[in-house]
């Protein structure tokens, strides 16, 4: 949806024959397209959109990575993807659609931006005291060609579990009917089950806790 900036009416519905599952929608600068993550059966990818049709055009491939904050800068498109399984800054030219590995990451890096001389390239990076912004040289002759593989970070955790587990464990679990009957609230009431030491000065000693199977 595009939406008035005052009062938030509804301006114009964008169509979605292609029934993507799309996020971070951004203008594209002086082009009356968008761009977008979209996402369509567990595989994600970065596409420009027609406003009018709806019609989409990929410009990264369809994998299954995660795809975060796409930002037109100059002839390139930032954005933060999985691709080398940890998220990094890569950079795709939509006219080439040739993709570049930005930064070297060895936590994760998150939404690019660019200073308004496009010389440095900000960003944020995972730390153990949170997100902390960094910055490097915004120099595309810096920048390593990279090809987006499935392997080896793509694994199917269920197909391995499912390997493990020789087939479906559903049909190997026996049935059995029991007799259902009130049950005794007073019933194994004497049930100790933990020996706590009891501190409290002067007075020191244990405490012997015991519960019923229902507490």
């Given at each position: 949806?595009?939406?008035?900036?005052?009062d938030?009416?509804?301006?114009?519905?964008?169509?979605?024959?292609?029934?993507?599952?799309?996020?971070?929608?951004?203008?594209?600068?002086?082009?009356?397209?968008?761009?977008?993550?979209?996402?369509?059966?567990?595989?994600?990818?970065?596409?420009?959109?027609?406003?009018?049709?709806?019609?989409?055009?990929?410009?990264?491939?369809?994998?299954?990575?995660?795809?975060?904050?796409?930002?037109?800068?100059?002839?390139y498109?930032?954005?933060?993807?999985?691709?080398?399984?940890?998220?990094?800054?890569?950079?795709?030219?939509?006219?080439?659609?040739?993709?570049?590995?930005?930064?070297?990451?060895?936590?994760?890096?998150?939404q690019?931006?660019?200073?308004?001389?496009?010389?440095?390239?900000?960003?944020s990076?995972?730390?153990?005291?949170?997100?902390?912004?960094?910055?490097t040289?915004?120099?595309?002759?810096?920048?390593?060609?990279?090809?987006?593989?499935?392997?080896?970070?793509?694994?199917?955790?269920?197909?391995?579990?499912?390997?493990?587990?020789?087939?479906?464990?559903?049909?190997?679990?026996?049935?059995?009917?029991?007799?259902?009957?009130?049950?005794?609230r007073?019933?194994?009431?004497?049930?100790?089950?933990?020996?706590?030491?009891?501190?409290?000065?002067?007075?020191g000693?244990?405490?012997?806790?015991?519960?019923?199977?229902?507490?």
């Open positions: 949806l595009i939406l008035h900036a005052k938030g009416s509804i301006l114009q519905r964008i169509p979605n024959p292609t029934g993507y599952f799309f996020a971070y929608p951004q203008w594209m600068p002086g082009k009356s397209e968008l761009i977008a993550v979209a996402r369509k059966d567990h595989l994600t990818g970065l596409v420009s959109v027609d406003p009018t049709t709806g019609s989409t055009k990929a410009l990264t491939p369809f994998l299954p990575y995660q795809l975060l904050h796409p930002v037109m800068y100059g002839d498109i930032l954005f933060s993807a999985a691709y080398t399984g940890i998220q990094n800054i890569f950079a795709v030219k939509p006219e080439e659609g040739n993709i570049y590995q930005v930064t070297q990451s060895s936590i994760g890096a998150f690019p931006g660019c200073s308004p001389d496009g010389k440095t390239l900000v960003y990076e995972f730390s153990a005291n949170g997100y902390q912004l960094k910055t040289e915004f120099n595309v002759s810096h920048w390593k060609p990279y090809v987006p593989d499935q392997a080896p970070y793509y694994i199917r955790t269920f197909d391995e579990i499912a390997a493990q587990e020789e087939g479906n464990i559903l049909d190997k679990v026996p049935r059995h009917s029991f007799e259902t009957s009130k049950f005794n007073f019933s194994g009431i004497i049930n100790p089950h933990s020996l706590l030491p009891l501190i409290e000065p002067p007075i000693g244990l405490r012997l806790l015991s519960d019923n199977t229902f507490s």
